[in-house]
């Protein structure tokens, strides 16, 4: 109890406007409020594990929009707003259309009159998801400031085609878990490197939130690709400022044998071409599934010529003391497990295998105190309210 | 806390037996009754806004029944059981199956040993849907009747062939609000008038639902449609029953510009002729798919004679000072906007949009307090606890 | 008050290792065990008809996963974890995907971050079923141990190939109420017999189920069906086993009549023969749509051979006094009503439609039983802790 106490007073002293925005670029957060969102998520879990109910909502709904299938972030997010004490409901709205303008604003409030959340996982368009959610978030103030809406509900971005902002932020309270602390990050090497698979089109967001968030913290990011593998030229030029500010550094090359070397983390994963999804997006747009097929097979095709960006045994011993602590947002392509070649050998999963399964673990509390940031000005002196309540989860 | 107390007061002193029955015709209730829902919910949205809990149940299921696609109408149904304390819990038949006797008898009472709230939305066939909501009333009946069954889950209407109470109960709420009063309708003049859109089959019951329940309160009510666009000649009878008896007047028209004229209210809406839903229901039962696209193209083709069944500018000059209130159960065909040609111009619709977002924002207390109406006979005390007891929604 | 309070006593006096292990067959269970889940489902049905609530959880999802459609026992699952407290959330893998390895263990840990409970129906594939719900309690208690998860869900099983337990245990507790107690069961007469369906694939868990429960406490099990429709023989022997121990019989012959003579319960209901279950498994597997149809063809044939297992108002006649207890899992084929031709004759089937319902409405609290006293060693002090408390589940 303590120890919770000790989280809760610490957050009260990191300044936060996250009450008044959503959150959904890790990069247009300060670090004082990525720090807050941490220890509310630390806070929450350890309150969770002494078996303490963190219900904040007697009811409310939290919607759900995944224009993706989903089964990780679909119970990351219904196991967050259920802590939370709000009621899951699921908005349809079949998955290959892209809504615009008056559907936007009215859906938007026509789900929120009872909502106190809305999570979007919008990833399949580039220049869309990102752009989608600010639209959504424009009606929603729209409706509030009109008295449409009785509450303001949080949006919480499950991925968009730019950020991935609750899977990087549970990445990050993984890393200091595992590290110890966030401070004991600074001056660690991490290789977010590109890896080959036998599919296509895999969004962009996460290497561009783990270069985008990882850079705040004086770590050293080595981003590696084959050439032609590009990320959004914008994230890319933010993540080498970033590092600057943060008194770390950022390197881009295009050998995952440069990026291994040394390194304490590695993330070897794969995604497509920054080019070929634009491309993409325009086909999808257009409808033209002729077009997308044969994108896929050139792309494929491409992926091909790389197979040698594959995490194997000899790829770790290159990393410090060949025992870099291996990530993964999962699920990965596993060579001889999930596919026949792919992103990483068997042996080096199984070695990482729960540690990948502890990195999930955290999500589900990340977008716990994402919610609870946006809804809440005074954090800390809600989680005070649950600590000294002590209400048991199970009796 | 005056405010809600007073309403309580109101609707503890109006008669009602909705205790009894389940709420599937407003012209089945008495007006009474009617205002007691009002009030009801009236006191749920004001509790809410002031931060107070509405849970009256620990547990227990809402079950939703939907035949048709739905996205307002589940958000609505799922809001409101969630602020009485239930679960939602979807029952999915298959859309296209209409299930007779013993099914309907069986799973009625399957999906009921911990339901209290059952919504059902069964608007595509005529002479069926309100019919199919009466036997899963009656195997209810006799399920509790019987010991199967520890409760009598409330049966509530969320749209058949024939009336459309929670939206029309809704719009009443919301007109209640806008004008000041329920009394301050008394006189005014409401056009409910067919618009044209280029889709077909839309279900009658939104007109008949607005006839049959504004004529209770002394409105002039105004029907107008093109010749052939009939409404079930039953309701017509029952609203010019209703006009007579409460002091109000109705007409019935084939022109737009004579409903609209001098009108405080407006209400153009697309709807498929009687005659072409009958048509309809006997080749959705045969499962006759050409004879459904044969008669799509001919309904399709004499709506597009009506093109001019249009809420223009023009139209809106016509009604009393020119700015009588624009109503829609929305989505509305909008020209220029979500199609070519459709009920009304872009400028009339942008004019009432949120107007029209704050008629839909009633539905979900409307239907909670149809829920509470019929589970509890003393609504008012049970209402009082909650006001007394004010457990905060938020903490 | 008091008499639930004697249950409770009770039950407290049964010792069980229910809390350390997951309740997949009822023949790996005590006589003890089994007699503490219907003393546990018996509180608990007594405490929600008294109006206490039987929360047990603040927050915590229910996670269910069924691999063939099902309406019944989604709700009887959905029923039951909301009557303690938890939120119900579907994974949906598809349906005709046979999961292993890797996918299986990562899966269970994925969904389980938040998960006190995880329902699974898994009846489709003779061999695999039960072994699915191993593997993933296998990759729970891993994750558990290892410190991914917080807690270890309790995994039910809703349905496999082997047992079907909530439904025989909720027959078993339909028998002790219908008959008074547990004990007055002993010497009584059970007929488990095959009827006509002109259907096929029906699979073999529930009359599995049946002999291998019934015969634990002391009655006759006389299970009859035609030459080669062999339920699995492990089962049977098991049952043949239980059966000498438990002072009963059990008898396997290959007349319906021989069965129905002098029973006090019958029980007929169709299935598919062993043998086909197992060519169909393969046939699935290899994804051969030509097999199995042509399977479905002869399977069909075969059972036309015997439309005479019929029950009939001349079948049972020749059962104790002519009016031994008819039981059904459900929906029945009724002759006349949902098929032509069928396991049951309509008015033989009327005489007891509401006797099945009662049947049915046990499973909801079978299932909560059987998840209390998963989570909970000392299940006796949690139920008097709610009687104790007794908040009302509606105010």
Redesign the interface.
Known sequence: MKEIQQVISELKALPSKLHEKDFLLTWQQTPEELRRVLKTASAIRKM??ANI?????????G?SVFRDNS??T???F??AI??L?L???D?DEGKSQIAH???VR??A???S????VIGIRDDMYLGAGNAYMREVGDALDD?FS?????QRPAIINLQCDIDHPTQAMADLAWLQEHFGSLESLKGKKIAMTWAYSPSYGKPLSVPQAIIGLMTRFGMHVSLAHPEGYDLIPDVVETARKNATLSGGSFQHSHSMEEAFKGADIVYPKSWAPYHVMGKRTELLRANDHAGLKSLEQEALAQNAKHKDWHCTDAMMKLTKNAEALYMHC??AD?TG??CQEGEVADNVFEKYR?AT??E??W??YIIAAMIMNR?FQNVGD?LE??LQKA?????
Chains 1, 2, 3 share one sequence.
């Open positions: 969770r594990a109910a963190t219900n904040v909502f007697k009811n409310g709904l919607v089964t990780r679909r119970f990351s219904a196991s259920n802590m004490g009621a899951q409901q908005l303008g008056e559907t009215e859906t409030n026509m789900i009159f009872c909502a106190d409706g009109q008295g449409v809406l009785p999962l699920p596993i497990v999930s729960i399964y502890k999930a673990s999500k589900p809804k809600v309210g649950l209400n048991k989860r199970i009796v």
